[in-house]
């Protein structure tokens, strides 16, 4: 996959989360490893749920239950890997 797509990506899926976590003001210092789980304060496990929301409406993906785990959200990059991966 190209950087450019991979830079699309990030850029999206870190809209997603600055704007669902309301961290808009943080979002320059969000880098792909980032940690999320236990890293974001406002990351908690409704915001994955809001989060899953967000990236299935943004990019027009479908999530399964069984695909959200705690590897998932290990960083900002694991995150943007498995919806370029949905993206395929």
Excluded: C, H, W, Y
């Excluded at 190209?2 to 943080?26: A, H, M, P, W, Y």
């Amino acid at each position: 996959m190209s950087t450019n797509v991979t830079n699309q990506t990030f850029n999206e899926v870190r809209k997603v989360l600055t704007e669902t976590l309301g961290i808009e003001d943080r979002a320059d210092s969000l880098t792909p490893s980032t940690p999320l789980l236990d890293s974001v304060p406002e990351f908690d496990s409704m915001a994955v749920l809001n989060v899953m929301l967000a990236i299935e409406a943004r990019f027009g993906v479908k999530i399964d239950d069984d695909e959200v785990t705690g590897d998932l959200f290990e960083t900002i990059g694991s995150l943007v890997a498995f919806v370029e991966q949905k993206l395929k």
